[in-house]
């Protein structure tokens, strides 16, 4: 696909945006990366909210992850077949609206009282973001020149982080907040029903000030659909776009952004219940939710340092190195109890904070016009968020241990390691030694 600024268009200014001089267009990007990072870092928060309202074993409250992140494996090629059509201002607003849709489903979820509808809200949620985020990440990386592409990604995704570090705090306070002295266990039939339709009304109203929200950006966005001019590639169906596979940089690094979410959103899932634990924090969901904020700080710092630091060293090392990190954090945390091992696992988000833009870049290296071809099948990898989960959760309730159930995502990060070891070349070089 190949795309270039709309030299028609003027800014506050009167000029003419051409070439790489697209601020404005960068800022509208970044927003998406705020907006989509914060609402689902939110699902960190309404895991244990569901888990007490549903009485949920560790596996069956991942379904929230498992839900959501199903999304992306059945959006993402539709999503890049929208961008072609529709190009990717448009693309943008219709994803808007229907993470408007998904936050309004909460309301009659809350009025069910029923876990399935909870789950059928954060799918349609799951299913608006895959189609922005599909948007965002070609997008930011075409708004500029092509050899600091990971690094000015890796920007955008700070702003990502920036998001995930501010919703959990204050979704911390509203969700878990209203979390009443009552237990679900103790009740049933009608005051069961009527329990959880009262105490779900916290997170209704959490995302219905969401909708409201979105609806605004999704307007806003519409009256700019004709900003960019662009010149689609409308050849072949939405799933030649698998035939990217075929190249061993482009498959591995796919994988890696299974593997990748599988292990960030597998440890931020646990996080509020790990911290919990006697042997670690041994504080209040709500006092742990708010530790879910340092997490996701952790990858904002990390984002704002990797984005000069992959200016300066290969990004495949870069990658190699944050990932032994982030195994040596985990074996940390595992090993000890108390103070050392609650922050070991938070830290694992500094670690976090490169590897999404640099796999995707080092991966869609050299696509050119195929570019949101290859989004939309990376895109389709984030699907990992919603197996990773539910396989550490059934981790933890086999051994009974929350800390043995990270050895799953220790086997993610040693695999990510061994990818950044094998992209440390130049996509030529390694093409040429295939």
Not at 105 to 126: E, H, K, Y
Not at 250 to 266: D, H, N, P, R, S
Request: charged share 10%; aromatic share 10%; with cysteine.
């Amino acid at each position: 696909m190949a795309m270039h600024i709309d030299t028609n268009s003027t800014g506050a200014s009167g000029d003419a945006s051409h070439g790489y001089d697209a601020p404005d267009l960068r800022v509208f990007v970044i927003a998406l990366f705020f907006i989509f990072g914060g609402i689902t870092s939110l699902n960190d928060i309404i895991i244990p909210k569901l888990k007490e309202l549903f009485t949920l074993s560790h596996a069956a409250s991942m379904l929230v992850q498992s839900a959501f992140f199903l999304a992306y494996a059945l959006f993402s090629l539709p999503a890049a077949a929208i961008v072609r059509r529709a190009g990717y201002m448009r693309t943008a607003s219709i994803g808007l609206v229907t993470m408007m849709v998904g936050c309004l489903l909460f309301i009659p979820a809350a009025q069910s009282a029923t876990f399935g509808m909870f789950l059928l809200a954060l799918f349609v949620l799951g299913a608006g973001i895959t189609i922005v985020q599909v948007v965002a990440n070609p997008l930011i990386s075409l708004l500029g020149k092509p050899e600091t592409a990971s690094s000015r990604l890796t920007f955008a995704q700070a702003f990502n982080s920036l998001g995930t570090t501010i919703f959990p705090r204050v979704g911390s306070s509203l969700i878990l907040g209203g979390l009443a002295s009552v237990s679900a266990a103790s009740l049933s039939g009608a005051a069961l029903i009527s329990y959880r339709q009262e105490a779900s009304q916290a997170i209704v109203h959490t995302y219905l000030g969401l909708a409201v929200a979105l609806a605004v950006i999704a307007a806003v966005v519409w009256t700019r659909r004709n900003r960019l001019n662009e010149e689609q590639d409308q050849t072949g169906s939405i799933f030649h776009a698998f035939s990217l596979l075929k190249r061993p940089r482009f498959a591995m690094g796919a994988a890696c952004i299974f593997l990748y979410v599988g292990a960030e959103v597998a440890i931020g899932s646990v996080i509020v219940l790990y911290l919990m634990q006697s042997s670690v924090f041994g504080i209040s969901d709500q006092a742990a939710g708010n530790y879910v904020a340092y997490y996701w700080g952790g990858a904002l710092v990390g984002r704002f340092i990797g984005s000069y630091v992959l200016t300066r060293i290969a990004p495949g090392k870069v990658l190699a190195t944050v990932a032994t990190g982030a195994i040596t954090l985990i074996l940390i945390s595992a090993n000890t109890t108390g103070t050392l091992s609650g922050y070991a696992l938070l830290a694992i988000g500094l670690m976090n904070s490169i590897m999404f833009p640099t796999i995707f870049t080092l991966a869609s290296e050299g696509l050119g016009k195929r570019a949101a071809e290859g989004s939309g099948v990376i895109a389709t990898a984030i699907v990992g968020g919603a197996i990773v989960p539910p396989l550490t959760g059934v981790v933890a309730d086999i051994t009974g241990s929350m800390q043995f159930s990270l050895l799953l995502p220790a086997v993610c990060y040693a695999i990510i390691l061994a990818y950044g070891l094998y992209a440390r070349k130049p996509v030529v070089e390694v093409e040429r030694a295939a």
